[in-house]
Structures are given as C-alpha cells and as structure tokens.
C-alpha cells in the first residue's frame, strides 16, 4: 500500500527554522499532487503548502514568503522549509499524496515553537 513518512519534526524556539520531509513508497510519486497539511489541537486541518507533479506550488496565505515547499522526484521525497517559525505554526504536520483520484496521508510530525 501507499506510505508516507514524515519525519523532522520537534521543538523550535520562535523565530527558528525547520525542515519537513516525506518518504514516499508504492506510490508513483512523479505523478502526485503532494501537499502539507497541519492541525493544531482544538482546530480543524488546514492546507498548508501543495505541489503539483508540474511543480507549481501555492501556499495558505498564513504561511506564504515564510515556508517553501520542494519536491525531488528521484528520491521520491517531498519537503516543506519552514523559516521564521511562530508559536501558531505549532501544529502536526501531515504529508499528503493524491494520485488516480485517490487521497493518501502520513501519520504527522509534530512541530513545537516556543516563544
């Protein structure tokens, strides 16, 4: 079946930088739309970032000039580089993979900023 692991993940203070990565297996990765999404407690899941297989990328507007998201197609691992982390991105982040209709998601890391 299709596998998305997330990993970077952890405790930030404000202002710090992460970088996001999800490993992608049985899936034609080259061909999926791949995108991040996060849910922080108490609220609903949110689009963060998405790529399409042409590479064109668009952003939540929260997020947007603070984290760029990447694709490598050769090793089938999609990234999201978060900089000027703020307490509100707390959240766990979830990778997802929409291919030949069908949704797929990661089991999420979580991201912590302390101010």
């Known amino acids: 079946q299709v596998l998305l692991v997330e990993s970077g993940g952890g405790l930030v203070q404000a202002g710090g930088s992460l970088r996001l990565s999800c490993a992608a297996s049985n899936i034609r990765f080259s061909s999926a739309t791949m995108g991040w999404y996060r849910q922080a407690p108490g609220k609903q899941r949110e689009s963060v970032a998405v790529i399409s297989a042409g590479g064109s990328t668009s952003y939540a507007d929260s997020v947007l000039g603070q984290f760029a998201i990447a694709r490598d197609n050769a090793k089938n691992t999609l990234y999201l580089q978060m900089s000027s982390l703020k307490p509100e991105d707390t959240a766990v982040y979830y990778c997802?993979?929409?291919?030949?209709?069908?949704?797929?998601w990661g089991q999420g890391t979580q991201v912590t900023v302390s101010s």
């Open positions: 997802n993979a929409v291919y030949s209709g069908r949704s797929y």
